[in-house]
């Protein structure tokens, strides 16, 4: 489980998406969602979706890895399919926050690696979060003020990468995926290997 | 400490070479060394060259990380000088055996990743200790017994990887030196970063 967080304007979900697109073996696990289907959207593809009391069932069976509440909605990883992926071989990816990432540590039951993305600079985050320049001053320092409780869990994660240029940045967190996939713990057949070295 | 082991004939010291070579803030500490210095070695560059006393004093001062002897000879890496490299924010590389990566584990006191090489296949191992077809059958008996007990310690080692391929097996070292280098723990100035972007 390959965990991506940063405050928002950092670049996770650009990242997240490169990643996704063009590094074989890895993907995102479908979702348990209480929001009504959007047009367009696939039950089991887009998201699981259920109501309320179904997601409530799940929560108390202790059948999510992580869920939180969004504006009114829950949103939920069951730990079943992830458990089952991990085991043919997959990686997944989350593009969650600190406290979903905190929740599926604790909860994980098997390997995860965190990944902390910052971005280069104060004047460069509010930047991003300014946006359009539509929203008024009293919205921006709320984004301002969540990125920077955001930010104040950096030092819970395994990996810190300073996104200062997205490719640049997608170079070093592909590097992690890729040196993670080769410690021994993670690779499967080493024993047969090896055993057949020393016949 | 980044170490690199493996039976030989697997390429650990062309690898080392090339990472020495192409890789900023990585460089192998002068050793401490009984053996009698040869024409165009340097004292202090090449070895430090000691008496069998000095180094003896020296083992039992627990002035050495790890130390050997092959060959009669006696060969130490000083504490004092990786753990002043280490503090001035230099990489080290260490080329050696699965005994010498246990004492440097347990005598470190900072951090370390190990990484093994594997032969691709049996029969590749025993092509590669053949040589030049000039030595004796139980020669080349005693050295692939050798490379089979090297092989048996795989499973001490944080990463593992087979070379197939010089340049491939070099690529994905590279990977994990690079990647072990953005672990949070050991970035440096991450905690002002940080406390920059929160102001």
């Known amino acids: ?20 697109k063009q590094v074989q073996g890895i993907g995102m696990s479908v979702s348990v969602t209480t929001r ?14 259920v109501d309320g009391d179904e997601f409530d069932r799940m929560v108390e069976a202790g059948e ?4 939180a509440r969004v504006f009114g909605h ?6 079943a399919q992830i458990k089952a992926g991990l085991r043919e071989g997959h990686d997944f990816l989350f593009d969650i926050d600190w406290q979903g990432t905190q929740q599926l540590y604790q909860r994980a039951e098997t390997d995860v690696v965190r990944v902390f993305l910052l971005p280069p600079s104060i ?12 929203d008024s001053e009293e919205v921006i320092q709320g984004r301002m003020d969540r990125a920077k409780a955001e930010i104040s869990h950096w030092d819970g994660y ?25 410690r ?11 055993r057949e070295l020393m016949r």
Chains 1, 2 share one sequence.
């Open 1 to 20: 489980m390959f965990i991506l967080s940063s405050p928002s304007g950092t670049g996770k979900t650009t990242i997240a998406h490169m990643l996704l």
């Open 36 to 49: 009504p289907m959007r047009p367009g959207e696939v039950d089991g593809v887009d998201y699981h979706f």
């Open 64 to 67: 999510f890895l992580e869920w």
């Open 74 to 79: 829950c949103y939920g990883t069951p730990k």
């Open 123 to 134: 004047a460069e985050l509010e930047n991003r979060l300014r946006g359009r320049n539509t």
């Open 158 to 182: 395994d990996y810190v990468v300073v996104n200062r240029d997205i490719d640049e940045c997608y170079a070093k967190v592909r590097t992690i995926l890729e040196a993670e996939r080769m």
């Open 184 to 194: 021994r713990a993670r690779q499967t057949g080493l024993v047969d290997f090896t």
